[in-house]
């Protein structure tokens, strides 16, 4: 363990993502936040997104603090105009995305058959639309250039059934089979897309946290599998991760 905690400082201290452009949508709290903040202590210059300016631009200025640059945009991942102009203001501002983190997502759970059209619509929209949205945006630079990393945050709930998730099932599920396919297409053009799927996140999704946040993971927990897929050796990828908190609630 000292030997893997040794080698992690030493990355950190060595920037090993100096160089690199991220952009991360849904950057202003939860997991994206963490995320972000995760890779600019890694030296990369990280731009983020989302609706809501205010926590936005809260989370760019802890943001500066940290990393060589960072850009903050608002932007609704779940239109088109909006994602290109995302894509190409953070380009000029930073340089070409060279990690792309799909981490932007809501929840809403009930039975599926007392949801309405326009749930399921926004629910597709925002989990799955998005991914699509952007990821076809930033990938052909990454192509130009034939490397890229892009991981889309999925959860357990991609991988799974219960009751009430029917919504927020499919669109996880979905974004499974996008980020398998993704990854099969860009392979061989250097680009690795990875798909992490993690259990219960203590943060402030769907409006509500945890019960208990002793039994659930931390924003912290998968910015640190992030980390581990930025910095893992050319030649190589984590296609898939499992995040699990060690207790069950
Ligand atoms: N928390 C969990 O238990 C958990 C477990 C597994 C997977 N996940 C996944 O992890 C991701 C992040 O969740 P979280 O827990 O960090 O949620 P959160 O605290 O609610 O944060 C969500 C972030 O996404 C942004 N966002 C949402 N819709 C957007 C849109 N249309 N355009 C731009 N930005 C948008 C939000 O900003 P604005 O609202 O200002 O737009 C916010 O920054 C989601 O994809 C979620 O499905 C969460």
Redesign the pocket.
């Known amino acids: 363990m000292a030997g893997i905690r040794d080698a992690n400082s030493e990355l950190r201290e060595k920037k090993a993502l100096s160089g690199s452009v991220a952009l991360v949508?849904?950057?202003?709290?939860?997991?994206?936040?963490a995320i972000a903040h995760r890779l600019a202590g890694l030296g990369a210059s990280v731009a983020i997104?989302?609706?809501?300016r205010k926590?936005?631009e809260d989370s760019a200025a802890s943001l500066k603090k940290l990393g060589p640059r960072a850009f903050a945009q608002v932007?609704?991942?779940?239109q088109a105009g909006p994602v290109s102009e995302l894509v190409a203001k953070t380009e000029a501002a930073l340089g070409p995305i060279t990690i792309l983190v799909n981490?932007?997502?809501?929840?809403l759970f009930g039975p599926a058959h007392e949801k309405t059209e326009a749930d399921w619509d926004r629910i597709l929209?925002?989990?799955l639309k998005?991914v699509f949205l952007v990821s076809r945006t930033v990938v052909p630079s990454m192509i130009k250039r034939g490397s890229g990393d892009i991981i889309n945050?999925?959860?357990?709930?991609g991988k799974s059934t219960f009751a009430g998730g029917g919504i927020?099932c499919a669109s996880?599920w979905g974004l499974m089979g996008l980020s398998g396919c993704m990854a099969e297409d860009l392979r061989d053009h250097g680009i690795r897309v990875s798909v992490i799927?993690?259990?219960?996140?203590?943060?402030?999704?769907?409006g509500s946290r945890?019960k208990d946040p002793s039994k659930?993971?931390s924003?912290e927990d998968?910015a640190h599998a992030i980390e581990a897929i930025v910095t893992q050796r050319p030649g190589s990828f984590l296609s898939e991760m499992q995040l699990r908190p060690l207790r069950k609630a």
């Open positions: 949508t849904g950057g202003s709290r939860g997991i994206g936040r997104c989302g609706r809501d926590a936005l932007a609704d991942v779940t981490n932007a997502g809501i929840g929209d925002s989990n998005s945050i999925s959860s357990l709930a927020y996880k799927c993690p259990g219960s996140v203590a943060t402030e999704f769907s945890p659930a993971l924003a998968v």
